[in-house]
């Protein structure tokens, strides 16, 4: 809710000398910062002490803020979880965020059935099963399942097998014995009892051997094997054991074998400027380095090292399926015991953060270093060229405006043909991005023939129509409750006008500019506050007006040449004999286009609803006269 009557002086004096975690509200009630504190009271008091040295990105957020809540804790412990789940669930502005948080796949051996599989999964927990990961690729690990399935020739299937005997699916569903892969040669079908559970198992057995890294040894068998088809002149076999060792080359050159020792680790280092940070991360599994990964962070404005090592970990860690005992740093992050602790209690057994100082840990952490460090600046052109064409743009449309803080742009367009089927279009930008799902489209009601004025009154007042009753009833969809900081109009002085009417009617002050464009239907400039703007043509806003003007335009005529093409269909289905309204439209929500109503066979028109033999045969016939 909003805290309208809230008074901050008041409420800074009721804060309790507890452990707790903090939320800090904006005017709309937006969760903009999440912290936690060993004692709540000091800790958001100090946020308004005007003798607190602060951060230009706090001192930002300090502004913002409309109101707080906080929750007491029993522990700092407890308050750094909770401050975590909240950070991950409401994402704040202000805090410093783990932008890609993936979960990374792993193989899993299910060592507990009697006759196991080999599957892929995100999600690592406490079963009989022998896990394998993470793989920083999905396709990696699915060509490595596919592998051992082809060498090994085990099930892939989720069949409850005993002994060979029970044919039931864990789902319950029934299954077919002897599926396809084992006439493909590529299972033994326990399920028929073709292979005795320990032959099975020793295949098994090998499999994960070769997921441990022992390659040499699967290759071996592969090459004699090979070698016996080509003396018994089976060349196809023998083709077929060439292209599984290609196959197991191809696997384990991903994988790159390092002298680590038996220990999983992960092994983490950080660089950044002052745009940009990011986290190299290495994971370590049985002596190798199974993949490597980069994250970015985001706002990390005036943000130490140590408290984005810090972020990183609770938020990365909170959603790993393991921890591995041991995690290599390159330097320590903030508050280092407490995610040490609590990283313990994930796990079950004790982790340990370790900055090394020397020998073969200092080198990998280093090679860490190394590579994040090159990754940064061979991604700070491509950063810089990102937000020069996004946020950079909306900053250029600022100054030229007059204007500040636009993160939301919606633009409009008509399409019609003479007044035929008119529509509207409206697209939305964030930050300079399309945001394709909240686009919105209009079939005009009210208006008769070519008139892009009074089609332009429509959209614009049913699109803030809905918008206000969305704002006052929570129970409607919400389709329309965001409102732009800036309206563009595909048009001039004309368009902007309109549209300043109709949010004047309904109490509405958003800012309003027109896309003007020259006789060649180029860009030329932005129409705002009654005056043309000229915008440099060579320039990022320049670029960005035209995306959203062409994007609002093509988005239009789509929908409308859509509406036309239903209508012509439904101007032939007109013509045939039996067909009425009702099996028009069905035949219309049926198929496609009016290609495939003249190419379905009878069985398929009579599929259709509310069709019958009859009515089938009619549509069939009139297209084949």
């Known amino acids: 809710m909003n805290r309208v009557d809230f008074d901050i002086d008041e409420e800074l004096n009721k804060l309790p000398k507890s452990p707790g975690v903090y939320m800090m509200h904006d005017k709309d009630d937006v969760i903009i910062y999440v912290g936690k504190a060993v004692i709540l009271r000091n800790r958001v008091r100090s946020y308004f002490r005007a003798s607190t040295k602060k951060s230009v990105k706090i001192q930002q957020m300090v502004k913002n803020i409309a109101w707080f809540e906080y929750?007491?804790?029993d522990s700092e412990l407890e308050a750094l979880v909770l401050e975590n789940n909240l950070i991950k669930e409401n994402q704040p502005k202000y805090n410093t965020m783990l932008k890609d948080d993936k979960t990374y796949p792993y193989i899993k051996v299910t060592l507990g059935d009697d006759f196991p599989r080999i599957t892929m999964c995100r999600k690592v927990i406490k079963d009989n099963a022998k896990y394998f990961g993470p793989f920083t690729s999905g396709e990696a690990v699915r060509e490595t399942i596919d592998l051992l399935r082809r060498v090994y020739k085990i099930r892939g299937c989720r069949m409850k097998i005993e002994d060979g005997i029970d044919n039931t699916v864990q789902d319950g569903s029934s299954a077919t014995k002897k599926c396809l892969y084992y006439h493909m040669g590529q299972c033994q079908a326990p399920c028929e009892g073709l292979v005795s559970r320990e032959e099975y198992a020793e295949n098994i057995e090998k499999a994960v051997d070769f997921l441990n890294g022992d390659y040499k040894a699967v290759t071996g068998e592969l090459t004699r094997k090979m070698q016996a088809a080509s003396d018994a002149m089976e060349y196809e076999k023998a083709k077929e054991y060439r292209d599984l060792i290609e196959s197991v080359r191809k696997v384990s050159e991903k994988q790159k074998i390092t002298d680590t020792g038996d220990?999983?680790?992960?092994?983490?280092?950080?660089?950044?400027?002052?745009?940009?940070?990011?986290?190299?991360?290495?994971?370590?599994?049985?002596g190798k380095i199974i993949g490597r990964e980069h994250y970015y962070m985001q706002h990390t404005d005036d943000e130490s090292s140590e408290d984005i090592l810090a972020a990183f970990l609770m938020q990365f860690y909170s959603g790993a399926p393991f921890i591995p005992k041991e995690i290599l740093l390159s330097e320590a992050p903030s508050g280092a015991e407490l995610i040490e602790e609590w990283m313990s209690s994930q796990r079950?057994?004790?982790?340990?953060?370790?900055?090394?100082?020397?020998?073969?840990?200092?080198?990998?952490?280093?090679?860490?270093?190394?590579?994040a460090q090159i990754k940064l600046n061979q991604d700070v052109e491509k950063l810089k060229r990102d937000h020069d064409r996004t946020k950079g743009a909306v900053e250029e449309i600022e100054k030229i405006t007059g204007l500040s803080d636009i993160h939301r742009m919606e633009a409009y367009d008509i399409s019609n043909i003479s007044g035929f089927e008119s529509v509207g279009s409206m697209v939305v930008y964030e930050d300079g991005r399309p945001k394709p799902n909240e686009y919105r489209k209009f079939k005009i009601k009210s208006v008769e023939g070519p008139n892009d004025y009074a089609s332009m009154e429509e959209v614009l007042t049913r699109r803030f129509e809905h918008g206000l009753e969305e704002q006052e009833d929570d129970s409607l969809p919400g389709k329309f409750s965001k409102f732009p900081d800036l309206i563009l109009m595909d048009g001039g002085r004309g368009q902007v006008n309109i549209c300043e009417e109709v949010l004047t009617a309904l109490g509405l002050d958003i800012p309003v500019c027109g896309m003007v464009k020259d006789d060649n239907h180029r860009t030329r400039g932005l129409y705002y506050n009654n005056v043309e703007l000229p915008i440099s043509s060579s320039s990022e806003g320049f670029h960005l007006i035209t995306r959203i003007q062409d994007e609002a335009h093509r988005f239009a005529i789509t929908f409308h040449r859509k509406l036309r093409s239903k209508q012509q269909v439904h101007s032939v289905l007109d013509d045939i004999p039996g067909i009425g309204p009702a099996r028009r439209k069905s035949l219309m929500k049926s198929f496609e286009s009016l290609e495939d109503i003249r190419n379905a066979t009878e069985d398929e028109l009579l599929a259709v609803q509310g069709f019958n033999r009859q009515a089938a045969k009619s549509v069939y016939d009139f297209f084949r006269k």
């Open 71 to 73: 929750v007491v804790t």
């Open 263 to 286: 220990e999983n680790r992960d092994i983490i280092a950080i660089a950044g400027d002052s745009e940009s940070v990011i986290v190299q991360m290495f994971f370590v599994r049985g």
């Open 348 to 371: 079950g057994s004790k982790v340990s953060l370790t900055v090394p100082q020397k020998g073969k840990k200092d080198k990998l952490v280093k090679l860490a270093e190394e590579n």
